[in-house]
């Protein structure tokens, strides 16, 4: 592998040696505000890229005012992380490529590659025609095209305010160094391990998992094998037991207005679909297989998948019902619907059961 962007190298392994040649200067200086505004800085600008640059730019998940758009892409600046056009132009390419040689951080390339090297390796430009509609948003126009004086200016004032409370060596370690240290390997970890270690639920056959653990550290973006699922829902982690602060963020900014129009896939639709999916899947390694276990599983897995289908597009349909129904009617719908809904839990977890059978029998690419 070959550095082709040097600016990037430079910057990055240059802070990295200037976070470890402070530590004794901060230590000497140490001051318990400075654990403050390092975790500060940190949630300021990680809830700006997942929320930001992220949920709103590169996914357009939901609406925003014209203020959150301005915060979020002035707080964004402080992840160094380039400015929303550009890092939404290398996202969406990431999810229209994903696991192929166009994807700019292809995992099936190694761990460091995905993580970090990517950064180093290409000199990726903006591809226009991929985020057409930023092109017209002008507050993404300015970040851009004054992102380097904004980069300044945000992490300035973060060690300006820090300079009050502390001595400044502490306020550049523990504000700026330590917290773009934090923020960067974070958001990689997203690009690497959350395309290795974990569970996939949702979309088997790519290599993006859910790591409820790493979605501590990222703000809720660890719930990666749904994300790649349904990229425009506004959640990464769909259940109400998931950690999401950059979701309960939005749900709460929706209800005082400040956000609106938040997408949610509906849960039958998704499994429907990626039922139908795993199917194919099924199909495809069934293909030449004689074996009398593989012949037998692809049997149960079609009943199984006929009948997830016939079953979820009955409860749709009576959704539909239910939400036109008169009051009498609606009543007797819902213990309809609420009977469909426990039939077609225990037929998913059926499911699920027989596509991990598949997977130990080498049927389906973990």
Sequence with gaps: MKIHNWENFLFITGYHIALVALIPAYI????????????????????????????????????????????????????????????????????????????????????????????FENKLKVNPVIVRDLMKNKRVLFQHNHLVALTIASNALVWGIGCLFMHPVAALFAGVLLRAFAIHHCTWFVNSLCHMFGSKTYAKELSAVDNSLLALVTLGEGYHNYHHAS??????????????????????????????????VEKVRLQKLLVGKDMELLLQRFKHEVDGAAIELRRRAEQKAHSFEVTASQLLK?????????????????????????????????????????????????
Excluded: C
């Excluded at 969406?92 to 490529?97: F, I, L, P, S």
């Design 318 to 366: 009576k959704i539909k019902e239910m939400r036109e129904a008169s009051n009498t009617r609606r009543k007797m719908l819902k213990l309809e619907v609420r009977a469909l809904k426990k039939e077609l839990r225990e037929m998913w977890k059926d499911w699920i059961a027989l596509t991990q059978q598949g997977l130990r029998q080498n049927l389906i690419d973990s």
């Design 231 to 264: 990229a425009n829902d506004y959640r990464n982690g769909v259940g109400w037991w998931h950690f999401d602060p950059t979701k309960w963020l939005l749900w709460t900014f929706a209800r005082v207005g400040l956000v609106s129009n938040l997408r949610r």
């Design 28 to 119: 000497a200086h140490f001051h318990w505000s400075s654990l403050v505004l390092f975790a500060a800085a940190y949630l300021l600008a990680g809830i700006s890229i997942t929320a930001g640059y992220h949920r709103l730019f590169s996914h357009r998940s939901y609406r925003a005012r014209p203020v959150i758009e301005w915060l979020t892409l002035f707080f964004g600046t402080l992840a160094f992380e380039s400015s929303a056009l550009a890092w939404s132009s290398d996202h969406r390419t990431h999810h229209r490529h994903v696991d192929t040689d166009k994807d700019p951080y292809n995992i099936n390339r190694g761990f460091w590659y995905a993580h970090v090297w990517w950064i």
